[in-house]
């Protein structure tokens, strides 16, 4: 019953500022889909294009085979969890959570509303007026009022950000387990890249109000497609490097006299300048003119300049002999060397944990945009 | 939000630790010169009033009144006045009608579509306060006078007749009350209604509400206080004025205002007294009752 939502050339122009610009976007029907990225970047105001209260400038809003671009919010099948989730002060929860039935005249809404606040755990409360409810309790009714008329898609908009942390996580995998009860997709906004990592099937990493990549959480982070999505989803060590040839499935990359290889189907790029990335936990340590077998990409000559240990792992600081950092993870599993501050120390890494990305790309996008 | 950090607040807060001597005494220091003003200009004055509803209704400003207990005045002054009694409060309810009609729309158009134009329309609807309400009810009156251009207008459109008149008429008064009294009406409709955060309006239509039915089921229980502060704020000062009906109306349109006022200038003061603890009562129940029924939900 439910369909994909597609957004075809959606653009939002607002007085001399473009907030959303060109998205194309199709969410698959059932899925639980993020829109993740940093504040600003236009996620509010795509969520209020799909759910009707802003008009986009150009652009068609499909659901299924109806357009409903130019449909007004009351007449769409499609209901909001807003930020600060907007329950309606004067009225109690059972009243808010009944709110859409009663105005679709559904007959018999009591047996519904009830069932709601049963899976949102609330039975107890239906009496209550919202401001004596706690935020978390106030989350959960907004996503049962929303959830009772039985959308075809559910836009939760930073559903969880007034929650502190504990709650936060506590609420994800209950909203979790609510989409995989009810089977609705969800589009969830959040500018949080772990809770989109934990909840979603499917990511859109939005950033100045365009999409820099779509996939699965998996898919992002293991091959990110931009500076900004590599660094804002997780950290990523990028060091430049210059294409000089190919080896079989290989792209042959120079960083600094020495010669590294990552597969084609991991370059975005195929020629000239490049930012070679990999993230902290796939890179190694070994003292200072360790052998490493072939295959094996390898970095010489560096020093230890900080190490942390958080217990499960340990981070190092390795400054390479041009003065670049690299952050290293290392878990502490006891098999291998740990390293002091001032040890001096070899990198190596698989040719299949790293990624070339485009040298024209800002190196420390989305750097900042991590909380 | 902050409801969040109420909650826990309201949850955990210990019994509040018994405040200081010296603190106490600041609160009642800063009490002091307000409840003075109080004492002297309202609680004194409000005794002086009672005590004289209660003299002797045969006494003068010449003989002096003598303390009779006559409880008796009431009785007597209603027994007179019931008409004039009964039409202030007619008035007063027409005129709360007619503001509630005309400021709700007004109220609702500044806090909701105004836009930049905001300050300039609440600047406007604040204009006329800086006359006094005398001179704009003198102009009202020539305004509706019969030679004046609206009399004349309203001939010519045939709506008046040609003995037809606007001024000495009950019409008037109520207008002129109507007039008078908007400002009140709409500031606190427009304090209540700018409040209301949007996106509860916005909640309305994403969970199926039309424009009209968001406004009967959000917006509008959303503003009764202000519906509740602008009602009584017209309300009570128009059930005691006697301004309009003196410049606008005739004897016929006499409220009980020009009667006390009248009263009071001949020297009949437990009469006057009376009139005035009687109104007073009658609005203060008034309110009472009205301010029970729009704190529970049936005003809805
Ligand atoms: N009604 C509006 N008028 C003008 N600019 C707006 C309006 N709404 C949002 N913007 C701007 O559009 C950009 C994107 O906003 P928003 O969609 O709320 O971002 P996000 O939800 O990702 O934080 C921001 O720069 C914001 O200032
Ligand atoms: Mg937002």
Redesign the interface.
């Known amino acids: 019953m439910t369909s994909d939502l597609v957004l075809e050339g959606i653009s939002k122009q607002f007085a001399g500022h473009r907030a959303v610009d060109n998205l194309d976007l199709t969410v698959p029907a059932g899925s639980f889909f993020a829109l993740l990225g940093p504040s600003g970047c236009g996620k509010t105001t795509t969520l209020r294009m799909i ?3 802003e008009e986009p400038t150009t652009g068609t809003i499909r659901l299924g085979d109806d357009e409903i671009t130019g449909l ?3 007449k769409r099948p ?3 969890v ?1 930020q ?3 329950l ?3 009225l109690d929860i059972f009243e808010n959570v009944a ?2 039935l009663k ?2 005249k559904v007959k018999d809404y009591k047996p519904k509303v009830e069932e709601m606040l049963d899976l949102v755990e609330l039975n107890d409360y239906g009496k209550r007026r ?7 309790q ?1 989350q959960r009714v907004a996503l049962a ?2 959830l009772i ?1 039985r959308p075809q898609v559910l836009l939760l908009d930073e559903p969880l950000g ?3 942390l504990k709650l936060r996580r506590q609420m994800q995998l209950e909203l979790k387990r609510i989409q995989t009860e009810v089977g609705i997709t969800f589009v969830h906004v959040t500018h949080d890249q772990e809770e989109a990592m934990t909840m979603a099937d499917t990511i859109a990493v939005m950033n100045g109000g365009l999409i820099e990549q779509l996939g699965s959480p998996a898919e992002l982070y293991d091959l990110p497609a931009t500076t900004f999505v590599a660094n804002f989803l997780g950290q990523s060590n990028l060091i430049r490097g210059a294409i000089i040839g190919q080896a079989d499935e290989n792209l042959i990359v120079d960083v600094q006299g020495r010669k590294v290889l990552v597969p084609k189907a991991r370059c975005r790029v195929t020629e000239g300048e490049v930012w070679l990335g990999i993230r902290p936990e796939k890179v190694f340590l070994a003292p200072a003119g360790t052998e490493e077998g072939d295959g094996v990409n390898q970095l010489l000559g560096a020093v230890v300049t900080d190490v942390s240990y958080v217990g499960v792992s340990t981070q190092y600081l390795a400054k390479l002999p041009w003065g670049q950092e690299l952050t290293v993870f290392e878990q502490n599993t006891g098999a291998r060397d740990t390293f002091r501050a001032g040890d001096a120390v070899d990198l190596h890494w698989r040719p299949a944990h790293s990624f070339l990305l485009d040298a024209a790309q800002d190196a420390l996008a989305g750097v900042e945009d991590v909380e | ?1 902050s ?2 950090g ?3 607040a309201a949850s955990q807060t210990p019994a509040p630790p018994p405040p200081r001597s010296g603190r106490r005494l600041t609160a009642y220091l800063l009490l002091l010169p307000g409840g003075l003003w109080l004492l002297l200009f309202f609680v004194v004055p409000l005794v002086s009033l009672l005590a004289a509803s209660l003299y002797d209704p045969n006494g003068s400003i010449e003989d002096g009144f003598s303390m009779t207990w006559s409880f008796g005045n009431f009785a007597d002054t209603m027994a007179d006045y019931a008409r004039p009694f009964g039409r202030s409060l007619w008035y007063a309810l027409l005129t709360t009608a007619f503001c509630l009609l005309l400021g709700y729309p007004l109220a609702y158009a500044i806090a909701m579509k105004a836009g930049r134009w905001k300050n300039l329309m609440l600047a406007l609807v604040i204009a006329p306060f800086f006359t006094s309400f005398l001179i704009r009810t003198l102009s009202w009156k020539l305004l509706l006078s019969d030679n004046g251009f609206v009399v004349d207008a309203l001939k010519w459109l045939h709506i008046l007749g040609p003995d037809g008149r606007l001024l000495a008429t009950t019409a008037a008064v109520v207008t002129g009350l109507t007039y008078n009294f908007l400002p009140f009406m709409v500031l606190p409709l427009y304090a209540s209604l700018e409040k209301i ?1 949007r ?2 309006i ?9 424009p009209l ?1 968001t406004f009967r ?2 917006t509008l ?2 503003s009764m206080p202000g519906v509740v502060a602008g009602t009584l704020l017209t309300f009570i000062p128009a059930a005691g004025d006697y301004i309009n009906a003196q410049l606008l109306g005739t004897p016929k349109q006499r409220m009980i205002g020009n009667d006390i006022q009248r009263l009071f200038s001949a020297g009949a003061y437990p009469t006057a007294a009376a009139l005035s603890v009687t109104l007073m009562a009658a609005i203060v129940v008034l309110v009472l009752i009205y301010v029970r029924r729009a704190g529970t939900d049936d005003l809805v």
């Open positions: 759910a009707g209260l007004r919010p009351y499609v209901n909001t807003f600060n989730y907007a309606f002060p004067h709110f859409g105005r679709r919202p401001g004596q409810l706690s935020g978390g106030q009022r929303a008329n007034a929650l502190d | 939000m409801a969040v109420q909650l826990s955060d996106r509860l916005e909640a309305g239509g994403d969970l199926f509400a039309g039915t089921v959000v229980p959303l």
